[in-house]
């Protein structure tokens, strides 16, 4: 497993934009990573997934157009930019290692951050 912790969060208006960080202890550019949502009282859900390469994506539908995924695998970093942000963004946001391209399910990544915390206000 690889240690990764996040960074980023906070509390921004409807509209705002904020970028989330990922920092792995060590090279993570073997597997495919992700970045997960848990909002209060529910599932955690799928957002985004990037290749070892970064040279494929893959989102949830209510985030395409707003949110990036991206990684250095030199820094052995990944990053998560949100634009157009909503209330329903609202969620601790996670960084998921270990995976596989394509995978959406929290089974399918086998390293996990604490979490990060977004808050979007109207």
């Known amino acids: 497993q690889v240690h990764v912790v996040e960074s980023g969060g906070g509390l921004v208006q409807a509209g705002g934009s904020l970028r989330l960080s990922c920092v792995a202890s060590r090279t993570f550019d073997t597997y495919a990573t992700a970045w997960f949502r848990q909002a209060p009282g529910k599932e955690r859900e799928f957002v985004a997934g990037i290749n070892l390469r970064g040279s494929n994506t893959w989102y949830i539908d209510s985030v395409k157009g707003r949110f990036t995924i991206s990684r250095d695998n030199t820094k052995n970093t990944m990053y998560l930019q949100m634009n157009s942000l909503k209330p329903e963004d609202t969620a601790v946001y996670y960084c998921?290692?270990?995976?596989?391209?394509?995978?959406?399910?929290?089974?399918?990544?086998?390293?996990w951050g604490q979490g990060t915390q977004v808050q979007v206000t109207v």
């Open positions: 998921a290692a270990d995976g596989y391209e394509g995978g959406r399910a929290t089974t399918d990544f086998g390293s």
